[in-house]
T-cell receptor, first 114, second 111 residues
Framework: KAGVTQTPRYLIKTRGQQVTLSCSPISGHRSVSWYQQTPGQGLQFLFE???????NKGNFPGRFSGRQFSNSRSEMNVSTLELGDSALYLC?????????????FGPGTRLLVL | LAKTTQPISMDSYEGQEVNITCSHNNIATNDYITWYQQFPSQGPRFIIQGYKTKVTNEVASLFIPADRKSSTLSLPRVSLSDTAVYYC????????????FGAGTRLFVKA
């Protein structure tokens, strides 16, 4: 099976812009979670989608949003970018039935906000 | 969600056994313990998961005492390629993920 893919891999934006990141889960997986990783804050949970519905949410401002499509692909959007949004954004997929299944992470999208 | 505490960093030599202990004093009855490994510029990778006693797979063992307030990841005979950050997570057995990653333990394996 192909692994989790994320596009784009690298992105440079300026403050105030918005950005959309994409994640394609492993075939058959219905849960997609998003994480932000920075040197200062480590890995932080953004949200999780399961069958097109947001099932769990972390403590991020409303500028961070996401959605999931019927084929389980997911997108994450960040509006009004701030310098502090510079980070590695990771998505992870799993079968998602219970919340304990192994999460398979993608390579991440490295976002730089100037 | 139970908070986890791990050592910030550890050093080891090739061929040694490495034990990384994680504290989770507030673990709930339905919580499972999961460990992930992360290399620089890559996403975390699942290592092992357990509920109680001992779990072993082809890469590691996980020891969980009866009170489940801590757990120990054991990596037998580490190599240079095991240099990575290791995360201990406590996940509740319920619908969906509410995964909280701690700071992790940076393991540095020396030749």
């Amino acid at each position: 099976k192909a692994g989790v893919t994320q596009t784009p891999r690298y992105l440079i934006k300026t403050r105030g812009q918005q950005v959309t990141l994409s994640c394609s889960p492993i075939s058959g997986h219905r849960s997609v979670s998003w994480y932000q990783q920075t040197p200062g804050q480590g890995l932080q949970f953004l949200f999780e989608y399961f069958s097109e519905t947001q099932r769990n949410k972390g403590n991020f401002p409303g500028r961070f949003s996401g959605r999931q499509f019927s084929n389980s692909r997911s997108e994450m959007n960040v509006s009004t970018l701030e310098l502090g949004d510079s980070a590695l954004y990771l998505c992870a997929s799993s079968s998602g039935r219970q919340g304990l299944e192994t999460q398979y992470f993608g390579p991440g999208t490295r976002l730089l906000v100037l | 969600l139970a908070k986890t505490t791990q050592p910030i960093s550890m050093d080891s030599y090739e061929g040694q056994e490495v034990n990384i202990t994680c504290s989770h004093n507030n673990i709930a009855t339905n919580d499972y313990i999961t460990w992930y490994q992360q290399f620089p510029s890559q996403g975390p990778r699942f290592i092992i998961q357990g509920y109680k006693t001992k779990v072993t797979n082809e890469v590691a063992s996980l020891f969980i005492p009866a009170d489940r307030k801590s757990s120990t990841l054991s990596l037998p005979r580490v190599s240079l390629s095991d240099t990575a950050v290791y995360y201990c997570l406590v996940a509740e057995n319920t619908g969906g993920f509410k995964t909280i990653f701690g700071a992790g333990t940076r393991l540095f394996v020396k030749a």
